[in-house]
């Protein structure tokens, strides 16, 4: 089996901060394992930060299932449990933050 060949090598004093930040807005009571498999695969394919946007009720049960390098960012949600439209200034806020 061939492994993978590594297409661009990170310098040695480079930070996760170097590499991105992405916010997965996902999530909900019958689709939590679709953000898990979002933010994996922004970390797989090299993201230094990822957090997850998710319906705030959900929050504790990400906690255990969602990769540990990955960040939550519990949300307002509907009686559906699924991200509100009431979430967009919080998501916006969080967006700004990230820009410099």
Known sequence: MRLPIQL?????NSHKGDFGHVLVLAGSARFSG???????ACLRSGAGLVTL??????NSAFIKIKPPEAMTL?????????LSETAFPLIRKF??????
Not at 53 to 58: N, R, V
Not at 74 to 82: D, S
Not at 95 to 100: A, I
């Open 8 to 12: 661009l090598r990170r310098k040695i």
């Open 34 to 40: 679709a953000a898990v498999l979002c933010a994996e």
């Open 53 to 58: 946007g998710i319906p705030e009720s959900l």
């Open 74 to 82: 519990p949300l307002p949600q509907t009686k559906e449990v699924a």
């Open 95 to 100: 967006c700004e933050k990230l820009m410099f």
